[in-house]
């Protein structure tokens, strides 16, 4: 089983960035996956859910109306379209896979940094 993001780097506030979480050795399409972030020194965050078929999103508050998370099934792979980004924006984001009632898999993660 593999989580590997990439998309990750130095942005300057306001510009735009495209994560992508691609995924291998599972049933992908019968996953829900999450997108969650860590700055240093504090606790892991959600930032965006989206349910196995794509049908529903959720997006914590922070980010509603700046990130979008999707998913191509047939690529199996998940993205994060993040727009105007903040320098507290800044962490490092994680891809998750959940299928209830006890599969649950991590990405090693990718560095998003923003600052002028």
């Known amino acids: 089983v593999q989580l590997v993001e990439s998309g990750g780097g130095l942005v300057q506030p306001g510009e735009s960035l495209r994560l992508s979480c691609a995924a291998s050795?599972?049933?992908?399409?019968?996953?829900?996956m999450r997108w969650y972030r860590q700055a240093q020194g504090k606790e892991r965050e959600l930032v965006a859910t989206?349910?196995?078929?794509?049908?529903?999103?959720t997006y914590a508050d922070s980010v509603k109306g700046r990130f979008t998370i999707s998913r191509d099934n047939a690529k199996n792979t998940v993205y994060l379209q993040m727009k105007d980004l903040k320098p507290e924006d800044t962490a490092a984001y994680y891809c998750?896979?959940?299928?209830?009632?006890?599969?649950?898999?991590w990405g090693q993660g990718t560095q998003v940094t923003v600052s002028s």
């Open positions: 998750y896979a959940r299928r209830l009632p006890f599969n649950a898999y």
């Open positions: 050795g599972f049933t992908f399409s019968s996953y829900d």
């Open positions: 989206i349910t196995s078929a794509g049908g529903s999103t």
